[in-house]
Nanobody
């Protein structure tokens, strides 16, 4: 299973970005997908998750500004980020818990995409 992220970049404070992450491979079921970020000198932290029943969970720091969603048919998860702040600057990683042809509930990570919020 591979996760490929896209949509990062440089944006001014108050701006918006949309991240996408597509899962590929011989996928039987995707149980949950999510986004984590890791700022300079910091540990990787949860941003938002969404499960197979569309139940979502957000870090307090992004509630009301970020929205996570899924397209089940495309095995893709999105993160709409609005009202971005400089402290949102980080590498954003996609995560998925997937049952594939060879593994039950494997935990997979994307390669990361840089988001920089700066004027």
């Amino acid at each position: 299973v591979q996760l490929v992220e896209s949509g990062g970049g440089l944006v001014q404070p108050g701006g918006s970005l949309r991240l996408s992450c597509a899962a590929s491979g011989i996928i039987v079921s995707i149980h949950a997908m999510g986004w984590y970020h890791q700022g300079p000198g910091k540990e990787r932290e949860l941003v938002a998750t969404i499960d197979s029943e569309e139940t979502t969970n957000y870090a307090d720091s992004v509630k009301g500004r970020f929205t996570i969603s899924r397209d089940h048919a495309k095995n893709t998860v999105y993160l709409q980020m609005n009202s971005l702040k400089p402290e949102d600057t980080a590498v954003y990683y996609c995560n998925a818990v997937v049952t594939s042809a060879t593994m039950y509930r494997g935990n997979y990570w994307g390669q990361g995409t840089q988001v920089t919020v700066s004027s």
